[in-house]
């Protein structure tokens, strides 16, 4: 199993431009989560799924999307970046509420 | 909504020392606890997952508490050791994994 795969690692984006953060998972995990961390903010939850075709917001939802059109899938998109979205960005997926969360690497994004 | 406080924000122990992490939350309507490690510009590891009837889990020399009804857990860490340095994360789930702000863990050798 790779687990949970992010894609791309690192990214520049200027300021209103749109862009797609991947997140893969091949352990048939139903769960899956985005999640953006900042100095002094820790990890805060920005969408959440419980399964194909759903979706539900976070803490912090603002200026992303999402969909969940396979259980593999869950990307995060940013349809006008702005500054304030540079973050480190992670993706996390689970079996159930009675699993633990995997994480992948995370995507490092820098708006400018 | 819940809210994850962790205690202290930050600890640096000479090599040897046995260690207690506080993690405290306010809904204790949760499925299960969590608790993660995070080296510097890594992602996390799972460390340890308290499910809500357990009282604890244990793995190697960490050893982690769950009291569900008065909103705690703790993490043990015995004879650490410098590999230990790292930002240590407590999650309850219920439903949604919500994080604290971690602590900052420093071994000296």
């Known amino acids: 199993n790779a687990g949970v795969t992010q894609t791309p690692k690192f990214q520049v984006l200027k300021t209103g431009q749109s862009m797609t953060l991947q997140c893969a998972q091949d352990?048939?995990?139903?769960?899956m989560s985005w999640y953006r961390q900042d100095p002094g903010m820790g990890l805060r939850l920005i969408h959440y799924?419980?399964?194909?075709?759903?979706?539900d917001q976070g803490e912090v939802p603002n200026g992303y999307n999402v969909s969940r059109s396979t259980t593999e899938d869950f990307p995060l998109r940013l349809l006008s970046a702005a500054p304030s979205q540079t973050s480190v960005y992670f993706c996390?997926?689970?079996?159930?509420?009675?699993?633990?969360?995997?994480f992948g690497s995370g995507t490092r994004l820098t708006v400018v | 909504k819940q809210e994850v406080t962790q205690i202290p924000a930050a600890l640096s122990v000479p090599e040897g020392e046995n260690l207690v992490l506080n993690c405290s939350f306010t809904d204790s309507a949760i499925y299960n606890l969590q608790w993660f490690r995070q080296d510097p510009g890594k992602g996390l590891t799972s460390l340890l997952l308290?499910?809500?009837?357990?009282r604890e889990q244990t793995s190697g020399r960490l050893n982690a508490s769950l009291d569900k009804s008065s909103g705690r857990s703790t993490l043990y860490i015995a004879a650490s050791q410098p590999g230990d340095s790292a930002t240590y994360l407590c999650a309850p789930d219920g439903g949604k994994l919500i994080f604290g702000q971690g602590t900052e863990l420093s071994v000296k050798p």
């Open positions: 799924s419980v399964g194909a075709g759903i979706t």
């Open positions: 308290i499910q809500s009837s357990q």
């Open positions: 996390a997926s689970s079996y159930s509420e009675d699993y633990g969360y995997t």
């Open positions: 352990m048939n995990h139903e769960y």
